[in-house]
T-cell receptor, first 113, second 112 residues
Framework: DTGVSQNPRHKITKRGQNVTFRCDPI?????LYWYRQTLGQGPEFLTYFQNEAQLEKSRLLSDRFSAERPKGSFSTLEIQRTEQGDSAMYLC???????????FGSGTRLTVV | QKEVEQNSGPLSVPEGAIASLNCTYS??????FFWYRQYSGKSPELIMS????GDKEDGRFTAQLNKASQYVSLLIRDSQPSDSATYLC????????????FGRGTSLIVHP
């Protein structure tokens, strides 16, 4: 257990359905990041929060993706109208400060059928 | 477009040998460098960070950074079968949002 909790661990959904993932970070880490990782690739940045403010979004984050971090605590990532290309591991990571390495959660593996 | 390049491998070494993993990066302004280990089906785990030119040792792991040549490497001494995993290199630039760029990782297999 890294201290960063992600739920669910696995999600299988039909194409076109909406899905939502949750990340509960280490309480004293104010920076929270979402990444996506497909087989054989490194993690790809999606979006970043400092406290409750969403400060940066990757161009990978299409209009179907939205993320929130109300009150600077847990964060949710929602994918609307899922496509097969959305199948991946979705990783949440937190930092106590900008010069540190990430602590990753265990990830949510999404399979779109 | 910032790029971080790693040989995908697999790199196969016998137990007890030194495993050498390499990473090159394109952004000369990069200041922070990280190595993560990722077991199959699991999330990445931070094992080393390095910020200055030279070597940094932590147990069986040594990270080496050469900013002039834009490469960073990870040496694993006395490799064990439990070291078999994918090793991800991540590089952060000095300014902006400090979002690191990850390489695709190198698969390491340590055989008994």
């Amino acid at each position: 257990d890294t201290g960063v909790s992600q739920n669910p661990r696995h999600k299988i959904t039909k194409r076109g359905q909406n899905v939502t993932f949750r990340c509960d970070p280490i309480s004293e880490h104010n920076r929270l990041y979402w990444y996506r990782q497909t087989l054989g690739q490194g993690p790809e940045f999606l979006t970043y929060f400092q406290n409750e403010a969403q400060l940066e979004k990757s161009r990978l984050l299409s209009d179907r993706f939205s993320a929130e971090r109300p009150k600077g605590s847990f964060s949710t990532l929602e994918i609307q109208r899922t496509e097969q290309g959305d199948s991946a591991m979705y990783l949440c990571a937190t930092l106590p400060g900008q010069h540190y390495g990430y602590t990753f959660g265990s990830g949510t593996r999404l399979t779109v059928v | 477009q910032k790029e971080v390049e790693q040989n995908s491998g697999p790199l196969s070494v016998p137990e007890g040998a030194i495993a050498s993993l390499n990473c090159t990066y394109s952004d000369r302004g990069s200041q922070s460098f990280f190595w993560y280990r990722q077991y199959s089906g699991k999330s990445p785990e931070l094992i080393m960070s390095i910020y200055s030119n030279g070597d940094k040792e932590d147990g069986r792991f040594t990270a080496q950074l050469n900013k002039a040549s834009q490469y960073v490497s990870l040496l694993i001494r006395d490799s064990q079968p439990s070291d078999s995993a994918t090793y991800l290199c991540a590089v952060k630039e000095s300014g902006g949002s400090y979002i690191p760029t990850f390489g695709r990782g190198t698969s390491l297999i340590v055989h008994p």
